[in-house]
Nanobody
Framework: QVQLVESGGGSVQTGGSLRLSCAVSGDIYSFYLMAWFRQAPGKEREGVAGAYGGGYGGGGGIYYHDSVKGRFAISQDNAKNTLYLQMDNLKPEDTAMYYC????????????????????WGQGTQVTVSS
């Protein structure tokens, strides 16, 4: 059973930066797809960034929600089995609970931003951006 634990959230002013980490119990290099999602109170869970990995055989890459493109960057450290989300130039609308998600096998299908496809989720880390 894959476990994911997020950390790195906090409170910052507009324009500040945070780096979120997701420690994973499995070999993330072999995963089909990993992603970061966020959810604000009363809102739907929203895909922030996704990265197709070594388990994906059809080619792929890195994808971002339009609202974070140019400000956020998803990356991973395979030796540490850790996924990261570097967040720069944060805005109040980025305020949400951020979740790490893994689709280890790619059995469901759909786009990277479809939360239903992910089989493992972290508990979340809160990001709050003050105006």
């Amino acid at each position: 059973q894959v476990q994911l634990v997020e950390s790195g959230g906090g409170s910052v002013q507009t324009g500040g930066s945070l780096r979120l980490s997701c420690a994973v119990s499995g070999d993330i290099y072999s995963f089909y797809l990993m992603a970061w999602f966020r959810q604000a109170p009363g809102k739907e869970r929203e895909g922030v960034a996704g990265a197709y990995g070594g388990g994906y055989g059809g080619g792929g890459g890195i994808y971002y929600h339009d609202s974070v493109k140019g400000r956020f960057a998803i990356s991973q450290d395979n030796a540490k089995n850790t996924l990261y989300l570097q967040m720069d130039n944060l805005k109040p609308e980025d305020t949400a609970m951020y979740y790490c998600a893994a689709d280890e096998k790619g059995l469901y299908g759909g786009t990277w931003a479809n939360p239903r496809r992910y089989t493992s989720w972290g508990q979340g880390t809160q990001v709050t951006v003050s105006s």
